[in-house]
């Protein structure tokens, strides 16, 4: 496929994921398709890799009701299209994609605010997440939540 048929399936993505269009989602994501995130203990994400096409779509979905005001910018990402997802100018995520035969079979989520810093240079900015005090809601995982901070019905 493509690059420029690969950001397109990205943005199809990118505007199913603003819909909250579950069906869509999993319509773009292969059925054996695979997220797997890092948070770096630092932010809540999947511990484990997230398999299935159709838990991922309804993953993407409860995360987008937990985070209202999420902006989803299409951004190449380690030289192949991605998302970057922002809130008040603050990089929260950023996304590269696998996509193979016009579907999305593996999904790359960097959470982790360490290695988010490098894209504050590009008009996205963590570092200023700290001056105004955004970073003090991260947190190292406690063990007491469970197995991730996913939401439960997403748990393994």
Sequence with gaps: MTATG???????????WERKDIAA???LLNPAAVMTADGGGMVGTVMRPFEGGARIAQYMVAI???APGLERLERSVNRVPGLVAQR????????????????????????NPAKLRP????????????????????RRADPNDGPSAAPRKFRR
């Design 88 to 111: 008040a100018g603050v990089v929260m995520t950023v996304a590269s994609f696998d996509v193979s035969d016009g579907r999305v079979t593996r999904i790359w989520a960097v959470r």
């Design 64 to 66: 987008a009701d937990m």
């Design 119 to 138: 894209w504050e240079g590009q008009g996205l900015s963590f570092g200023s997440a700290r001056r105004r005090g955004v970073a003090k809601r991260y």
């Design 6 to 16: 690969q950001a397109d399936v990205v943005r199809h993505v990118k505007e199913a």
């Design 25 to 27: 989602l999993a319509g």
